[in-house]
């Protein structure tokens, strides 16, 4: 298993989690997850398929325990409550984009990070440099694209995001 660790889906946290005909834990029956034949398939999670665990029954003839699911038997099983969230990575903003996503007069909901104080600010002006650089004034303060990014966090979509750009 250990040669498999570095080439598993990067949710998943060990590789240990992977019940097998060597080691299984019926507590997991009724659990959802993640079922496959190979190993080789928890590379990504996308081509495995997702059921939930009905049974786990003991397969005389391979020597193997064999986990059923309503989309048949299995080999091998990943509890999905044992996954890894998925965790975003951002970048800052470059000044084009961030006048691009927050125009004049935009309202935006900041905090410090690690803090909870929440601070409603209006972006009141620009000021952008020969170097594509540029300064963001919020309620007559000054800030730089880095310095948001680094110290703020903006509420977004319903959620608290990193002051930045997510990349793929």
Same mark, same amino acid.
């Given at each position: 298993?250990?040669?498999?660790?570095?080439?598993? &889906?990067?949710?998943?946290? &060990? !590789?240990? #989690?992977?019940?097998?005909?060597?080691?299984?834990?019926? =507590?997991?029956?009724?659990?959802?997850?993640?079922?496959? &034949?190979?190993? !080789?398939?928890?590379?990504?999670?996308?081509?495995?398929?997702?059921?939930?665990?009905?049974?786990?029954?003991?397969?005389?003839?391979?020597?193997?325990? +064999?986990?059923?699911?309503?989309?048949?038997?299995?080999?091998?099983?990943?509890?999905? =409550?044992?996954? =890894?969230? +998925?965790? =975003?990575?951002?970048?800052?903003?470059?000044?084009?984009?961030? +006048?691009?996503?927050?125009?004049? !007069?935009?309202?935006?909901?900041?905090?410090?990070?690690? #803090?909870?104080?929440?601070?409603?600010?209006? +972006?009141?002006?620009?000021?952008?440099?020969?170097?594509?650089?540029?300064?963001?004034?919020?309620?007559?303060?000054?800030?730089?694209?880095?310095?948001?990014?680094?110290?703020?966090?903006?509420?977004?979509? #319903?959620?608290?995001?990193?002051?930045?750009?997510?990349? #793929?």
């Amino acid at each position: 298993m250990a040669i498999i660790r570095n080439i598993l &889906d990067k949710r998943i946290k &060990d !590789c240990a #989690d992977i019940q097998s005909f060597k080691q299984y834990d019926d =507590k997991y029956i009724g659990e959802s997850g993640y079922f496959s &034949d190979s190993l !080789c398939r928890f590379q990504d999670l996308k081509c495995c398929h997702k059921y939930t665990l009905i049974s786990i029954n003991d397969d005389e003839d391979a020597g193997d325990f +064999i986990f059923e699911s309503k989309g048949g038997n299995y080999r091998y099983f990943l509890p999905e =409550k044992l996954l =890894k969230p +998925i965790q =975003k990575d951002y970048r800052p903003y470059t000044f084009n984009e961030f +006048i691009e996503e927050y125009p004049l !007069c935009s309202h935006l909901l900041l905090r410090p990070k690690n #803090d909870s104080m929440e601070m409603l600010r209006l +972006i009141d002006g620009y000021n952008k440099y020969k170097n594509g650089n540029g300064t963001v004034f919020m309620c007559g303060t000054a800030f730089s694209m880095s310095e948001l990014y680094n110290n703020y966090e903006v509420f977004k979509d #319903d959620k608290w995001v990193p002051f930045g750009v997510e990349v #793929d």
